[in-house]
Nanobody, 125 residues
C-alpha cells in the first residue's frame, strides 16, 4: 500500500515562513487530487488548500489566502505548501491528503481517502 509522508514542519516566529512537503511512496500522485488540512488541539480538522491532479485548479481557505501557496511536482511525486507571514493561529498539525483523480468538493475532508501522519507547525508570537 502506498503512503503519504509530510515533512517540513517546525517552530517559527510570527511573520516567518515554512515549506511543507508531502511525498508519496507506492502511489503515482499525478493521478490524485490532493489537499492540505490542519488540526489544532481541541479543534476540528479544517481545510487549508487543495490542488487538482494537473495543478490547473487550486483552492484556499480564506484564512490563508494570500499567505500560503500550494503546488505540486508530479515528476517528483511531491506536493508542497509554502507558508509565509505565519501567525500564531496557524499553529496546528498539518496533514496532506489525496483522492483518486478528482473531487466534487475539495474542501470536504470526507472526500479524501488517503492521509499522511501529519507534521507539526508551531508559530510563536
Amino acid at each position: 500500500q502506498g503512503q503519504l509522508v509530510e515533512s517540513g514542519g517546525g517552530l517559527v516566529q510570527a511573520g516567518g515562513s515554512l515549506r511543507l512537503s508531502c511525498a508519496a511512496s507506492g502511489r503515482t500522485l499525478s493521478r490524485y487530487a490532493m489537499g492540505w488540512f490542519r488540526q489544532a488541539p481541541g479543534k476540528e480538522r479544517e481545510f487549508v488548500a487543495a490542488i487538482s491532479w494537473s495543478g490547473s485548479r487550486i483552492y484556499y481557505a480564506d484564512v490563508v489566502k494570500g499567505r500560503f501557496t500550494i503546488s505540486r511536482d508530479n515528476a517528483k511525486n511531491t506536493m508542497y505548501l509554502q507558508m509565509n507571514s505565519l501567525k500564531p493561529e496557524d499553529t496546528a498539525a498539518y496533514y496532506c491528503a489525496a483522492t483518486a483523480y478528482d473531487w466534487s468538493s475539495p474542501t470536504n475532508r470526507d472526500e479524501y481517502r488517503y492521509w499522511g501522519q501529519g507534521t507539526q507547525v508551531t508559530v510563536s508570537s
